[in-house]
T-cell receptor, first 112, second 116 residues
Framework: TQLLEQSPQFLSIQEGENLTVYCNSSSVFSSLQWYRQEPGEGPVLLVTVVTGGEVKKLKRLTFQFGDARKDSSLHITAAQPGDTGLYLCAGFSGGGADGLTFGKGTHLIIQP | DTGVSQDPRHKITKRGQNVTFRCDPISEHNRLYWYRQTLGQGPEFLTYFQNEAQLEKSRLLSDRFSAERPKGSFSTLEIQRTEQGDSAMYLC??????????????FGSGTRLTVV
């Protein structure tokens, strides 16, 4: 079983601050995705990273895939209350057969 | 297409009863997945279908669980003789192909099961 460890588990910060959350594994992933989930809803895809060292930006969110494709980070600049939610990283191990493996997520609260 | 639909949204059942959930995926998606999510945790993979074929089942899927996708369109997940430990959010997702590119997996809003 390939595990994805996310840290921190909980994060509560003030509006306007910057933050980084991490997703780490001892396994190599062919690609990795970040999802955001709100209470009572399913996860919604934010980004897919495929190439080691890849950086993708989505407005105030910056996603990076580690060079060895074992880890990833999500950086949010000038956080807003609308960023509040559960951020999940999920990896594909390759081979075509497996479903996505999810981490436990980072619960993010942005206080006004 | 309005996305992935799951029914019901909420289900409360007594221990020992059987329950069935339905998932309608995005019509052009050939893959359909079932996940279970407990409070404070990430989704855990249960099983997936490519068209009507069930290609993989997690060890989490005990003999009390069965899933079908009879015509390669909608899917059902049945839990027999429910236990309190089955209480969770059951999420369905679909994808075109493996889902590791483009729009990835599209999830439904889930069915929240409470076993009392």
């Amino acid at each position: 079983t390939q595990l994805l460890e996310q840290s921190p588990q909980f994060l509560s910060i003030q509006e306007g601050e910057n933050l980084t959350v991490y997703c780490n594994s001892s396994s190599v992933f062919s690609s990795l995705q970040w999802y955001r989930q709100e209470p009572g809803e399913g996860p919604v895809l934010l980004v897919t990273v495929v190439t080691g060292g890849e950086v993708k930006k989505l407005k105030r969110l910056t996603f990076q895939f580690g060079d060895a494709r074992k880890d990833s980070s999500l950086h949010i600049t000038a956080a807003q209350p609308g960023d509040t939610g559960l951020y999940l990283c999920a990896g594909f191990s390759g081979g075509g057969a497996d479903g996505l493996t999810f981490g436990k997520g980072t619960h993010l609260i942005i206080q006004p | 297409d309005t996305g992935v639909s799951q029914d019901p949204r909420h289900k409360i059942t007594k221990r020992g009863q059987n329950v069935t959930f339905r998932c309608d995926p995005i019509s052009e998606h050939n893959r359909l997945y079932w996940y279970r999510q407990t409070l404070g945790q990430g989704p855990e993979f249960l099983t997936y279908f490519q068209n009507e074929a069930q290609l993989e089942k997690s060890r989490l899927l005990s003999d009390r669980f069965s899933a079908e996708r009879p015509k390669g369109s909608f899917s059902t997940l049945e839990i027999q003789r429910t236990e309190q430990g089955d209480s969770a959010m059951y999420l369905c997702a679909s994808s075109r192909g493996q889902g590791d590119s483009g729009p990835g997996y599209t999830f439904g809003s889930g069915t929240r099961l409470t076993v009392v």
